[in-house]
């Protein structure tokens, strides 16, 4: 466990400082994790936090993608299963997973959201130059939820566009469909 605080607490500093940089414009800086085996990418500059998972509280009748929610220094921030939300199975809880606390925009309003990981890997820059667009079909995810495909290290980095994949209007219309279709006991 101490190894795994360590870990969050290292890429937390590079998260830190990273998103500096990115403020300036200095760089196109993301975040990294892994995913059902797949590696994905958030840009820093919507990234809060990363916390370890744990002291979830579940809420009925909600879609199997919303794992639940936790405290947060005393606000309420929903927690995302992102292969859960993605369409796959939900997600096993394992030694590395953690949530990364993002930030959304819906009009004016910003919203906290947690999405859980199996493990985040490193903030790393991607040139503009190596990002390509994302590909129109053939992804294991909707094409909408890919922002590009960024080039490191000779393998691809999907990079989401957090704002769709965890659009609260979206998500809000699903676990209206979710309540409507679960029976009555």
Same mark, same amino acid.
């Given at each position: ?29 993301? %975040? ?9 990418? *958030? @840009?820093? %500059? ?12 579940? $809420?009925?009748?909600?879609p199997a993608f919303i794992r639940g929610v936790i ?8 927690v995302v299963d992102l292969a859960a939300r993605f @369409?796959h199975e939900q997600s096993l809880v394992g030694k590395?997973?953690? $949530?990364? $606390? ?5 009009? +004016? ?10 493990? *985040?890997? +490193? ?22 939820? $890919? ?18 994949? %965890?659009? *609260?209007? +979206? ?15």
């Amino acid at each position: 466990m101490a190894n795994l605080a360590t870990t969050q607490q290292s890429t937390q500093q590079a998260l830190t400082a990273a998103r500096h940089l990115a403020a300036a414009g200095e760089a196109h800086q993301y %975040l990294t994790f892994l995913l059902s085996g797949e590696m994905y990418a *958030v @840009g820093i %500059l919507n990234v809060k936090e990363i916390i370890e998972y744990g002291n979830l509280t579940e $809420i009925p009748m909600m879609p199997a993608f919303i794992r639940g929610v936790i405290n947060l220094r005393g606000s309420v921030v929903p927690v995302v299963d992102l292969a859960a939300r993605f @369409g796959h199975e939900q997600s096993l809880v394992g030694k590395r997973t953690c $949530i990364v $606390i993002v930030e959304v925009r819906q009009g +004016e309003d910003r919203h906290d959201l947690g999405i859980m990981v199996d493990a *985040v890997s +490193e903030v790393l820059e991607i040139p503009g130059s190596e990002i390509e667009p994302p590909p129109s079909f053939g992804a294991k995810i909707r094409a909408d939820f $890919i922002a590009g495909m960024g080039k490191v290290a000779g393998k691809f980095v999907i990079l989401l566009d957090i704002q769709r994949v %965890l659009s *609260v209007d +979206e998500m809000a219309v699903l676990a209206t469909v979710s309540e409507q279709t679960t029976p009555e006991a």
